[in-house]
T-cell receptor
Framework: DAKTTQPTSMDCAEGRAANLPCNHS???????VYWYRQIHSQGPQYIIH???NNETNEMASLIITEDRKSSTLILPHATLRDTAVYYC?????????FGGGTRLMVKP | GAVVSQHPSRVICKSGTSVKIECRSL??????MFWYRQFPKQSLMLMAT?????????EQGVEKDKFLINHASLTLSTLTVTSAHPEDSSFYIC????????????FGNGTRLTVT
């Protein structure tokens, strides 16, 4: 699986949009971009995934650059419950390999 | 939506004993399940891939005789930590994907193992 690079931590004000970047410059053509988050002492929670088009669901939006070398996860109106570690991963098959992720702190 | 259930959520055992952790896919069938381990302040590390009806595939450095995996049905995989030691204390998490819909991997809520 391709390696991803994410900032170690980010802060966001409650109610504002949280934009979490991810670099995946070595992504191959058949690899999807996946985002998960892990709230303390829980299992990872699926957020969204995409191949090359931008995606939106009830949780977030995923913006993938045209060259697919980076992406941004957008939480449009962050709440305190969105405080978690967010993982960006590449996957072409079954397995997911976790990097360090971004620790997002949503502050009142 | 797809739900993965893990049991127990928390277990404390004495050194030298064995502990079994169950991972169930509640509303879908999973040919393959994955077992991860997470130490404090670290990311998840894949331990092994559990294959229904065949032997598990272990990642480098993971002892297969210590971490026994059984995937006897399409909805259940078990991880047994044999002769547990304090250094095996960790957060163990399983995951699975619906083989029919090829949905994203879904994770259980983890099992926190403490070996005293």
């Amino acid at each position: 699986d391709a390696k991803t690079t994410q900032p170690t931590s980010m802060d966001c004000a409650e109610g504002r949009a949280a934009n979490l970047p991810c670099n995946h410059s070595t992504i191959s053509g058949n690899e999807y971009v996946y985002w998960y988050r892990q709230i303390h002492s829980q299992g990872p929670q699926y957020i969204i995934h995409g191949l090359k088009n931008n995606e939106t669901n009830e949780m977030a939006s995923l913006i993938i650059t045209e060259d697919r070398k980076s992406s941004t996860l957008i939480l449009p109106h962050a709440t305190l419950r969105d405080t978690a570690v967010y993982y960006c991963m590449m996957n072409a098959g079954n397995m997911l390999t976790f990097g360090g992720g971004t620790r997002l702190m949503v502050k009142p | 939506g797809a739900v993965v259930s893990q049991h127990p959520s928390r277990v404390i055992c004495k050194s030298g004993t064995s502990v079994k952790i169950e991972c169930r896919s509640l509303d879908f069938q999973a040919t393959t399940m994955f077992w991860y381990r997470q130490f404090p302040k670290q990311s998840l590390m894949l331990m092994a891939t559990s294959n229904e009806g065949s032997k598990a595939t272990y990642e480098q450095g993971v002892e297969k005789d210590k971490f026994l995996i059984n995937h006897a049905s399409l909805t259940l995989s078990t991880l047994t930590v044999t002769s547990a030691h304090p250094e095996d204390s960790s957060f163990y998490i399983c995951s699975a994907r619906d083989r029919v819909t090829n949905s994203p991997l879904h994770f259980g809520n983890g099992t926190r193992l403490t070996v005293t």
